[in-house]
């Protein structure tokens, strides 16, 4: 299993959160947590995908977001039928999670196509027309991290129902950098460097989600 981490910056109030992943070849577990100024509730939304190899036919998703009482879950057999809160969705039989983007990216990094077009729905939100997507390798471009440094990295674009959305910016088929239509996300190096700074209740749901293992929270996360 991989654990990538990933500083999560506000364009209003800085650095106050995180996006993790634990990342395994069949199987990828998401929790993003921040906190936007102190008198604000903590954000925090955890997220399972299992798939093949190959997001684009997952067979289970759930999706949990305590601060909103939002939960969702979702299956989908190998002849694509799909089932979201125990009702039948054909309407997302060859659609894609907006959390399984990551994986796309990852793929269409570590491949030799330019665009790669999908359909994607929003998990949060799953009775919802789902949306065209297309990504696209959009060339170099010299990049800020948060640090300050600035590297010369590949923009991927995702395209959403015709409008351009978020935006990833690689190394070496990593992904160090992206933007979520206004706030950001940047890759550091470990745990210690991404709760530097952060507070106390956000740090302890990154250091909690960070020590679980592979096969723990199978069943969708605990809040």
Not at 119 to 125: A, C, L, P
Not at 187 to 206: F, N
Request: aromatic letters at 8%; a negative charge; charged letters at 25%.
């Amino acid at each position: 299993m991989k654990t990538e981490y990933h500083a999560f910056v506000d364009g209003d109030v800085g650095r106050c959160g995180a996006i993790l992943r634990h990342v395994e070849p069949r199987r990828m577990r998401t929790r993003t947590v921040f906190r936007m100024g102190e008198d604000a509730p903590v954000y925090l939304v955890d997220h399972l995908v299992d798939h093949d190899g190959d997001v684009r036919r997952w067979s289970r998703f759930t999706y949990e977001s305590p601060g909103s009482e939002s939960q969702h879950s979702g299956t989908r057999d190998t002849d694509g039928t799909v089932h979201v809160d125990g009702t039948l969705a054909p309407e997302l039989a060859d659609a894609v999670g907006g959390y399984g983007e990551h994986l796309v990216v990852a793929q269409m990094l570590g491949g030799d196509e330019d665009t790669v077009a999908y359909v994607q729905f929003d998990e949060s939100e799953p009775g919802e027309d789902p949306q065209t997507a297309e990504l696209h390798k959009r060339g170099f471009e010299a990049t800020e991290l948060l640090d300050g440094s600035t590297v010369n990295a590949e923009r991927v674009q995702l395209v959403l129902a015709g409008r351009f959305s978020n935006a990833h910016w690689s190394v070496d088929g990593v992904v160090v950098k992206s933007d979520w239509c206004g706030a950001q996300s940047f890759v550091v190096d470990d745990l210690d460097a991404l709760c530097a700074g952060l507070d106390s209740e956000v740090v302890g749901r990154i250091t909690e989600f960070a020590a679980q293992r592979v096969g723990e929270a199978g069943g969708g996360f605990t809040s």
